[in-house]
T-cell receptor, first 115, second 113 residues
């Protein structure tokens, strides 16, 4: 019974390249959330998705960042033209319900390093 | 603007001692307050959570104390063990909303043997 699976666990990119982070939610979970953790800081909400829908992206930077959760396959967080400030751990979480569930299961994270 | 403020940033406790981590919030609409434990290289894992209709919740050695009027809540770890050494995050959310959590900045706990 796998939990929330994220890959890659570590990703190194040079400035200007693209980063793609993938997240497969727990079995039976249809709600996916992405959080970003900068060094020595707490997690910051980025985006909440359900299958084929972005429900709330209020935490996403306006440019270069996008997320999707297709009908088939994992959720993907895409960062175009990465900059050094994008270096962080990106955590995906999933839940079985949206509002009212309040129990998030986190993956182990994808650590992005931008050279 | 930091919605949830957490202190201390780091904490050293002797084995068997009590670890206390404090959090404060501003938004009175918050009605769910979980604590997450994170080991190096791992994702945060739910430790214990409380809703504002109770002032205390205990699970084993872990207790949350909640003060609604002061808008503060704290985590107490009794009989702290070296295996408790981790980073602890408090968080807050609104049940009527989706699961958008506001996290504190974390407390790195080191329990000395």
């Amino acid at each position: 019974n796998a939990g929330v699976m994220q890959n890659p666990r570590h990703l190194v990119r040079r400035r200007g390249q693209e980063a793609r982070l993938r997240c497969s939610p727990m079995k039976g979970h249809s709600h996916v959330y992405w959080y970003r953790q900068l060094p020595e800081e707490g997690l910051k909400f980025m985006v909440y998705l359900q299958k084929e829908n972005i429900i709330d992206e209020s935490g996403m930077p306006k440019e270069r960042f996008s997320a999707e959760f297709p009908k088939e396959g994992p959720s993907i967080l895409r960062i175009q033209q990465v900059v050094r400030g994008d270096s962080a751990a990106y955590f995906c979480a999933s839940s079985s319900q949206g509002a009212g569930a309040n129990v998030l299961t986190f993956g182990a994270g994808s650590r992005l390093t931008v050279l | 603007q930091q919605q949830v403020k957490q202190s201390p940033q780091s904490l050293i406790v002797q084995k068997g001692g009590i670890s206390i981590i404090n959090c404060a919030y501003e938004n009175t609409a918050f009605d769910y307050f979980p604590w997450y434990q994170q080991f190096p290289g791992k994702g945060p894992a739910l430790l214990i959570a409380i809703r504002p209709d109770v002032s205390e919740k205990k699970e084993g050695r872990f207790t949350i104390s909640f003060n609604k009027s002061a808008k503060q809540f704290s985590l107490h770890i009794m009989d702290s063990q070296p295996g408790d050494s981790a980073t602890y995050f408090c968080a807050a959310s609104m049940m009527g909303n989706f699961n958008k959590f506001y996290f504190g900045s974390g407390t790195k706990l080191n329990v000395k043997p």
